[in-house]
T-cell receptor
């Protein structure tokens, strides 16, 4: 089955700790994205990557870091510098980056709670 | 700036028809997406419009007017499982999606 997986579904961390959220896709998509969703707000783009070993900051990249060492994987690290990390984190992928309006498909999400 | 405007919440009756409106302002335009998001879950793709007019897909249809910066999602023969949030997301000139806060649709029996 092709798709996007995110793990874990729920994550709890103490304040001041870094945490890494996993995102894997087997759709052979070039582009991958990380969004954050807070109650009552639209999705906000954190980082995106159009090709392996390259990624770009989105609107709210501060306090986050990513890597794209493999086409299939795009992990997100929430660092202790992120002031308000508790949120629902969504990973998405799309087939061809930058050549048209490609549909983004989402993983199931990780709900991070920082205590 | 870039802006999306959708009603926060709508209520409809099972079996009826509902229209969810979306107005937008973006820097450039490369089409508009509609997604459905059930509570606690990820968004799922419903439709994409890049040209003016109506696109029909089963019980769901989506309309676009580029000159008016306006789109709507039309849901027919409403079912209880259609209770969800509906997200309007135009794509700007950089091929980035601009997300509205979504419209929460409540279906009553």
């Amino acid at each position: 089955d092709g798709g996007i997986t995110q793990s874990p579904k729920y994550l709890f961390r103490k304040e001041g700790q870094n945490v890494t959220l996993s995102c894997e896709q087997n759709l052979n998509h070039d582009a991958m994205y990380w969004y954050r969703q807070d109650p009552g707000q639209g999705l906000r783009l954190i980082y995106y990557s159009q090709i392996v070993n390259d990624f770009q900051k989105g609107d709210i990249a501060e306090g986050y870091s990513v890597s794209r060492e493999k086409k299939e994987s795009f992990p997100l690290t929430v660092t202790s510098a992120q002031k308000n990390p508790t949120a629902f984190y969504l990973c998405a992928s799309s087939e061809i980056a930058g050549l048209g309006a490609d549909t983004q498909y989402f993983g199931p999400g990780t709900r991070l709670t920082v205590l | 700036g870039q802006n999306i405007d959708q009603p926060t919440e709508m209520t409809a009756t099972e079996g009826a028809i509902v229209q969810i409106n979306c107005t937008y302002q973006t820097s450039g335009f490369n089409g508009l997406f509609w997604y459905q998001q059930h509570a606690g879950e990820a968004p799922t793709f419903l439709s994409y419009n890049v040209l003016d007019g109506l696109e029909e897909k089963g019980r769901f249809s989506s309309f676009l007017s580029r000159s008016k910066g306006y789109s709507y999602l039309l849901l027919k023969e409403l079912q209880m499982k259609d209770s969800a949030s509906y997200l309007c997301a135009p794509m700007d000139s950089n091929y980035q999606l601009i997300w509205g806060a979504g419209t929460k649709l409540i279906i009553k029996p």
